[in-house]
């Protein structure tokens, strides 16, 4: 087993197709990552037993008799409780799935759903290097198998309904997240919405505001609204919507924000997105720079960076 630093760079395989086994092994093997293959729960505890597995990849079901990988997993925990696991499979988003391993008192460190394309592999082994090394906060990862298609127009393609697109769901926004945002900063791009949402009010709660993350459905366009005193005598209200879209923003969203500010009184808006913006939107925001700003995937990046010294009390 090969380590770097003082955490295990092993982790356990448990897939019974050779064909996505040996693809895997190659791609972790590609970033430092010794990957042990295990085609069935006999060969995996084995492997936990003689190794220092940080992290197990277990697929849900395992040879011609389906075995349940849940149960599995389990015994993987029972032999080795430090181990994390992330389950791979096209059947995550089954309901039962979730349910028995929640029975089976099984703390994950993700889903991932197969088939995976080339941007879920990448973040797929971001994650595994961010198991490895801390045992983040629950992740989920879900990756379908075809890209996004750009439509011609300028306007944002919400990712959340676009087909083809990426999703990473993270239950806790910690210090762990942003490191590795800040060291893969394309990783944003592939949050789903509400934790985007989650990662922006964060962001501005480290900058000194009061918070207050709307419900994500019927919030009237706004994502977050923010209260702070830049001057002892005056209540600063800030709006933001934050979108995880693809294509660029044009002038259209620019102007509901606008028209929101005023309609809720707000005395500074922010729209934040992962993309960019159009020439017409930053030429709109920069018309009314006293009550707007604009935050593109370069701004965001400047965002991670400063609350990250925040946290850390530089």
């Known amino acids: 087993m090969e380590d770097i630093g003082n955490f295990p760079r092993s ?3 448990v897939e019974d197709s050779p064909t996505q086994s040996r693809a895997l092994q190659e791609l972790f093997s590609r970033r430092g990552i010794n990957a042990v293959l295990a085609a069935d729960e006999a060969e995996a505890l084995a492997s936990v037993s003689n190794r220092d597995i940080g992290l197990a990849l277990v697929d849900l079901y395992l040879g011609s008799d389906q075995s349940d990988g849940v149960d599995v997993a389990a015994r993987i925990k029972a032999e080795a409780p430090e181990t994390s ?30 088939p995976m394309g080339e941007r879920g592999l ?10 490895l090394l801390q045992r983040p906060s629950e992740v989920a990862v879900q990756e379908a198998a075809q890209p996004i298609e750009e439509p011609a127009h300028d306007l944002p393609l919400p990712a959340e309904e676009a087909d083809g697109a990426s999703v990473v769901e993270i ?15 394309d990783l944003m791009k592939a949050l789903d919405w509400r934790t985007f949402e989650k990662l922006m009010a964060d962001i501005i709660e480290t900058f000194g505001y009061s918070v207050e993350l709307m419900q994500g459905t019927k919030d009237g366009g706004i994502d977050i609204i923010a209260f702070g005193r830049p001057e002892p005598w005056k209540l600063h209200k800030y709006i933001v919507q934050a979108k995880r879209w693809e294509n660029r923003v044009g002038v259209e969203p620019v102007q509901r924000l606008l028209f929101l500010h005023d309609h809720l009184g707000a005395t500074r808006s922010c729209l934040a997105t992962t993309s960019t913006f159009t020439r017409g939107a930053w030429q709109l925001a920069q018309t009314y720079q006293w009550k707007l700003e604009l935050q593109d995937y370069e701004g965001l990046r400047q965002w991670i960076s400063g609350a990250i010294k925040l946290k850390e009390g530089r």
Not at 90 to 110: S, V, Y
Not at 171 to 185: G, M, N, V
């Open 122 to 131: 990448d973040a797929l082994v971001a994650l595994v290097d961010d198991a």
């Open 11 to 13: 982790v356990l395989l």
């Open 85 to 114: 696991i992330i389950f791979l499979s096209a059947f995550t988003r089954d309901p039962g799935f979730r349910e028995k391993i929640e029975r089976a008192g099984i703390k994950l460190a993700g889903f991932v759903e197969k």
């Open 171 to 185: 239950s806790t926004i910690d210090l762990l997240l942003y490191k590795a945002l800040e060291a893969h900063p």
